[in-house]
């Protein structure tokens, strides 16, 4: 289980074809393997991934086929920076929301308004998902627990919603590079999924 807050950038140093459907991705993130074991779950930019193997500077994760075409991983290539977030200790601060590191789909940028003190980050929001966001609800993008600052209306033709990033944020994590057009992994609530499934089973009981 993860956060969703990001404890380092990393640096994807080497993409390796294993076998038919599987990849192994090295990424430079010394930050977070002081204490790192073969085993171990990582999320690379929300995605949860096994380490496989590891030096004090960089891991390895065999990475699925299908993982890349259901992820922005597919998009990725050597050089590009990732966010990185260790599994959560038990003993750990929660100081995001739950996040299980499924990524339910991908969403791309649609508007990027940048002010002095905060971004607006408009995302574009798959109409599966769209019952599981509200206003001031949590949402992880590419990894990061972000709240929820306004969302596209039940009825909307083409779903969305915004989020606003300050400082800290834009330079702790690979939001702060990112470009309209861009493509990045959601996952919802995970509360608000089981809410969901429960009303689903309420509504058939009802009938």
């Not at 010394?30 to 085993?39: C, K, S």
């Not at 390895?60 to 977030?85: F, I, P, R, W, Y």
């Not at 003993?91 to 499924?102: A, E, K, L």
Request: aromatic fraction near 4%; glycine fraction near 6%.
């Amino acid at each position: 289980m993860f956060t969703g807050i990001i404890q380092t950038r990393g640096k994807i140093l080497a993409i390796d074809q294993t076998s038919s459907d599987t990849l192994a991705m090295t990424i430079h993130a010394p930050a977070v393997l002081g204490d790192v074991r073969r085993g171990d779950s990582i999320a690379i930019d929300g995605v949860c991934l096994t380490v496989t193997d590891f030096t004090d500077q960089n891991f390895t994760a065999d990475v699925m086929v299908q993982t890349l075409h259901l992820t922005s991983l597919g998009t990725k290539t050597t050089g590009h920076e990732v966010n990185v977030e260790p599994a959560m200790a038990a003993t750990d601060r929660f100081g995001g929301h739950i996040v299980q590191g499924h990524v339910e789909s991908t969403a791309a940028i649609t508007e990027i308004e940048s002010e002095t003190q905060w971004t607006r980050m408009r995302i574009s929001l798959p109409e599966q998902l769209a019952p599981y966001l509200i206003d001031q609800g949590s949402i992880t993008v590419n990894g990061i627990s972000l709240t929820v600052a306004k969302v596209s209306e039940p009825q909307a033709a083409a779903h969305w919603f915004d989020v606003f990033l300050i400082p800290e944020t834009l330079e702790a994590t690979t939001l702060g590079t990112a470009e309209i057009g861009e493509v990045v992994n959601l996952e919802t609530d995970l509360l608000a999924r089981h809410v969901a499934r429960m009303l689903q089973f309420n509504t058939k009981e009802e009938k």
